[in-house]
């Protein structure tokens, strides 16, 4: 079955510190790739996705991702952590036919930063 | 733009009363989307369209029903509530195009009592 996995439930960094969550899923194919990150008591927005071409993407807030086919991996990078970046972050993954209509879920990773 | 809304942002209901959420928006897309969320268990998909007068069935869709009268609305629809719908739900919209992301509403928190 698909599943999107997200190893690590909940993560401390100090801030300034640098951060690597983790996402892996099983799929047939290589799927469409999204990471979202919510606020506390926020809705869900973008990050940054990967659906072809340059494994390294850039995104958002200074973050990262890079995909990686032969791990079945899509990691969230960001160098230097600010005291804003802490929130749920989620993985998701789609599959390329069907217009991508429907997301597969992780179940998050909370991440908290100390000062 | 105002992008996805939801309303209303806060509601509680006893057991057994009957609720609409309404979720609506501006970005001409053709899909939408209900989901709900609950602590240690993700994002769940109730149910989605993707079109007008068009439903399908997510997850998780006993207890709701969903109608896509207009092709910005898109109703959630909770006929006899249960203390398990205790939940905040997020309507989220995106465009045909496979690759484009969802785009999601600031959540609506239910608690049935």
């Known amino acids: 079955a698909q599943s999107v996995t997200q190893p690590d439930i909940h993560i401390t960094v100090s801030e300034g510190a640098s951060l690597e969550l983790r996402c892996n899923y099983s799929?047939?194919?290589?799927?469409?790739l999204f990471w979202y990150v919510q606020s506390p008591g926020q809705g869900l927005q973008l990050l940054l996705k990967?659906?072809?071409?340059d494994t390294l993407v850039q995104g958002i807030k200074g973050f990262e991702a890079e995909f990686k086919r032969s791990q079945s991996s899509f990691n969230l990078r960001k160098p230097s952590v600010h005291w804003s970046d802490a929130a749920e972050y989620f993985c998701?993954?789609?599959?390329?036919?069907?217009?991508?209509?429907?997301?597969?879920w992780g179940l998050g990773t909370s991440l908290a930063v100390n000062p | 733009n105002a992008g996805v809304t939801q309303t209303p942002k806060f509601r509680v209901l006893k057991t057994g009363q009957s609720m609409t959420l309404l979720c609506a928006q501006d970005?001409?897309?053709?899909?939408m989307y209900w989901y709900r969320q609950d602590p240690g268990m993700g994002l769940r998909l109730i149910h989605y369209?993707?079109?007008?007068?068009?439903?399908a069935k997510g997850e998780v869709p006993d207890g709701y029903n969903v109608s896509r009268l207009k092709k910005q609305n898109f109703l959630l629809g909770l006929e006899s509530a249960a203390p398990s719908q205790t939940s905040v739900y997020f309507c989220?919209?995106?465009?045909?195009?496979?690759?484009?992301?969802?785009?999601f509403g600031p959540g609506t928190r239910l608690t049935v009592l």
């Open positions: 998701a993954v789609a599959h390329p036919a069907g217009n991508n209509r429907k997301l597969i």
């Open positions: 989220a919209s995106k465009t045909e195009r496979g690759y484009n992301e969802q785009f």
């Open positions: 369209s993707v079109g007008e007068g068009t439903t």
């Open positions: 799929y047939g194919a290589t799927p469409y």
């Open positions: 990967y659906f072809s071409g």
């Open positions: 970005m001409n897309h053709e899909y």
